[in-house]
C-alpha cells in the first residue's frame, strides 16, 4: 500500500479526471494507468530463468568445493537464512548470488540486495552485480539496478545505467548516451530509471548495491520507513562483512532481520570471520521472525542454513579438511619504529620490486607516513607517482579516481589470468577504507595495531590471487603481515588514549577508534601464540574460532604482566557496550512484543518529527541514525581562479555550473549538475567546530549568490589548495591528501 500510494502520486502516469466522467469509464482508465506505471517502473517480479554455474560464471565454469556444498544445501522451498563463512577471496560473493537467484525461482522475489560496510565497497560491488545480471536476465530483458549510498549520484556507474534506461524510450528524459545504446538482444541488461534516484527510493529498485546503513535504518521510526522496509521484505537480503559492525548496529541488524523473517524476505549472510555471539544472535533473531524454533541437526560446517521452519543444518568443508581451502599467513608483531625508520624500510625492501600497503588507524599518521614516503623516494630510487594515498577525506571526485585506478592495476586479469597492468611495484599508504570488499592483491602488508578480526580481514588483500606467487619478489614470497604497536614504559602496548584526570598524559587516539580492550586482548592473544622467531603462524579456517573467541568471548585470565591493563579497558568495554545496545533498544521497533508474542500495536510504529529522515533530522537521542559515532556535516567545497571564476578541479579546466536546474526542464543539465556537485562534496567532523583551532560557525561563512550554492554550507579553495571563502585561515586541501585543519 505504501508503495502504491508513491507510485500513485506520479503525474506521469495517473492524471485528473472531471467529475463528470462516468465511473466505469474512470475505473478502466485507472486500471490502464496503473498497469502501465507498474511496467514503466518494472515493479514486476524477477523471473529468474534456469541456469548453469558455467552460465552465470564463465570464467570459473566449475564451482569450488564449499561453494558445491552451499549450493546443494539451499533449500528447495520456503525463505531461508544462509550464513557462509569463508576466508577472503574464496568466492563467498558468488556463492551468495548463486543463491539469491535460487530463491528467486523458488520463492519468487523482486530481486536482491547487497548490503556492505562501506561506499567504496559498494562501488565496486556495483560492477561485479551488473555483470552477474547481463548473465542471468532472459534475453531482451530489462531490469533497474540502483547504488544506494550518499554519494552514488557521483559515480559514474549510476549515470550510466541511467543513460542505459534512456536507450529503452523514457519519455520523460531525452539524454545523449555514453554508453553502447545498441538494444540487447542476445541477454539480459541493467539500467536505471531515474525516478528511483528520489529519497527513499533506490531500495525500490529490483537490484541494489549499498551500505549496510539501509538495513539499520528499517527498524527505526524514521520518515518513510515502511518503504525502506517493505521493499527489503521482497528481496533476497545479503550482508556482506558481517563482523564488520560495532554492537549499536549489530543491535539494529537483529531487529531488521526479525522484521525481514516475518515479512517473508530471505538472508544471505556472508563473513570471513564472524564471532559466535554474532552468529547466534542473528540466527535466533531470524527464528523470532518466524515464530518457529525448528531441530539442529547437529551438523558442522561453515555454511549454514535456518529454513521456513526454523530448522538448522550446516554444510561445507571442515577446517581440517584436506578440501578445505586454507590461507597461510605469518604475522609479525613489531614495536613501531617510527615514520622516518619504518618508510624507508619498506622502501629498501621493496626496491626491486612488491606492492605493499601500508594500513594506519587515523588518517593523520597515513598523511604523515605517505608524506615522510615522498621525502625519501628519491634517495632510495623510487618516484613519486608509484607512491599513492587513499583515505575518507579526499573529495569522491579524487577518491573514486584513485580506487579505479588501484582496482585496474592491483585487481583481478581477465578470466583469472595475472593482470597485464600490475605494476613490479608501489607502495600504498591507507586508512581501513583499503580492506572491505575491495578485490586488491598486495604482496606484502603493514598494519598498526588493530582487533584480530581486522587484521584477519586485511590479511585477505595480501596475497589474494594466486596467479601472482610466482612473479612476487623473494623477500615477499611468504604471505607475511606486519603489526605495529607502540610500547610504553612497562612494556605493554599503548592501547588508551591520553587521559589528564586518569593519570595518563601520554596514549594513543588510536584507542577512540578501536576499543582499548579488543586492541589489548588482540595482542596479547597474538604475542601468547608466537614461535622462537617471533611469528604467529595462522591458518585460516582453522585458527579463526580461537583468534575471535579469544578477544570476544570470556575474559582473559592468566595474563601475567597484561592482566591489570586487560581488566581495565575490559570494564570500560563492557560500559560501552551497555550504552550501545541500550541506545539500540531506544530507537527500534520490532514486529512482535516479547512478553506476550503478539503483533506491535500500530501506534507503536508511528514516525514524525522526532524521529527525522533517517540519518538526517530528528531529536538527539532518539533521532533514526544508522551508526553511532561523531555527527558531520556534508560541506561543498570549490575552487576560485585568480580571475574568479569558480571550478570544481584545481587546474581550472572544469568550470562549476552554478545556475539554477531542474529535472523537468532540463534533465541533462541537472544530472550532470548533481553529479559533479556531489563529487565535490565532503563530510566534516562535527568536532572540528570545537576546541581552540575551532572552525568558525557556519552561520558566519559568507553567502553566496549563484542558485546552486543556496542554503549550502560552501568553502572556496585557491588552485593551491588554501581556503578562500569559509573557515578562512582552518583548513586546506590537496587532491592527493584531502583535507585537513591547519
Known sequence: MYLADWVASDTEFFHFRVHTTPVTHWWQAALREADQAVRDRRLTRWQARPITWEEMWPDTPKPRAFQADGMRLAPDEGQAMIVVESDTGSGKTRLALWIAHHLARTCGYSGLYMALPTRAAGNQVATELRKFLHAVLAPGEVRDMALVHG???????????????????????????????????????????????????????????????????????????ALRLGALMCKVVIIDEAHAYELFQQNLLSAAVEWLAEG??????????????????????????????GHDDGTQGPIMVVDHNGRISRSGPLPHHPQTPKLLTDIQLNEDPGDTDLVAHILDQARNGGCVVVRSTRIDPCR?????????????????????ILHGMLLPR????????????????????????????????????????????FDHGVTDLCPIDVAVQFRGRIHRHAVNNPYRSPWCRT??????????????????????????????????????????????????????????????????AWALESVYGEAIQGAGPAQALLDRTRSAYLTALADEALQAKDRLFLPFTRRRRTPVATYDLASGNNQGDGDKGGVTGIAAVSRLGEDSVDCLILYQQPNGTITY????????????????????????????????????????????????????????????????????????GTCLSGPVGKLRYDHTTGLERI
Open 151 to 225: 554519494t552514488a549520484q557521483a559515480t559514474d556507474l549510476v549515470h550510466e545505467l541511467v543513460d542505459a534506461h534512456q536507450a529503452h524510450g523514457d519519455p520523460l528524459t531525452d539524454l545523449s548516451s555514453t554508453i553502447d545504446t545498441a538494444t540487447c538482444t542476445d541477454s539480459g541488461q541493467a539500467v536505471l530509471d531515474p525516478w528511483y534516484l528520489r529519497r527513499c527510493l533506490a531500495l525500490v529498485a529490483s537490484f541494489g548495491v549499498g551500505t549496510v546503513d539501509q538495513i539499520a535504518l528499517a527498524p527505526q521510526g524514521s520518515r518513510h520507513w
Open 479 to 544: 604471505p607475511r603481515l606486519t603489526m605495529l604497536w607502540q610500547p610504553g614504559q612497562d612494556g605493554l602496548p599503548i592501547v588508551e588514549p591520553p587521559d589528564w584526570a586518569a593519570g595518563r598524559p601520554t596514549g594513543t587516539y588510536d584507542g577512540l577508534v578501536y576499543a582499548p580492550y579488543v586492541l589489548a586482548a588482540s595482542w596479547h592473544t597474538l604475542t601468547q601464540r608466537r614461535d622462537p622467531d617471533g611469528i604467529v603462524r595462522l591458518e585460516t579456517p582453522r585458527d579463526s
Open 398 to 441: 579524487h577518491r573514486l579516481q584513485l580506487e579505479t585506478r588501484l582496482a585496474g592495476i592491483l585487481g583481478p586479469g581477465p578470466k583469472g589470468r595475472r593482470n597485464p597492468d600490475r605494476p613490479g611495484r608501489l607502495l600504498v599508504f591507507a586508512t581501513g577504507v583499503i580492506e572491505q570488499s575491495l578485490d586488491l592483491d
Open 368 to 388: 604523515s607516513r605517505y608524506r615522510k614516503a615522498l621525502q625519501l623516494a628519491s634517495t632510495h630510487g623510487w618516484q613519486p607517482d608509484e607512491i599513492l
Open 649 to 720: 578541479d584545481h587546474e581550472g579546466v572544469q568550470r562549476a555550473d552554478l545556475g539554477q536546474r531542474s529535472p523537468t526542464r532540463d534533465v541533462t543539465a541537472y544530472r550532470r549538475q548533481q553529479k559533479e556537485l556531489l563529487a565535490n562534496t565532503l563530510a566534516l567532523p562535527a568536532r572540528w567546530w570545537n576546541g581552540r583551532h575551532s572552525l568558525q560557525p557556519i552561520a558566519d561563512w559568507p553567502h553566496h549568490p549563484q542558485p546552486a550554492l543556496r542554503n549550502k554550507p560552501v568553502i572556496l579553495l585557491s588552485p593551491a
Open 264 to 293: 517473508g524476505a530471505s538472508l544471505v549472510v556472508l563473513s570471513a570471520t564472524l564471532p559466535r555471539s554474532i552468529r547466534n544472535e542473528l540466527t535466533t533473531a531470524w527464528r523470532r521472525g518466524l515464530g518457529r524454533t
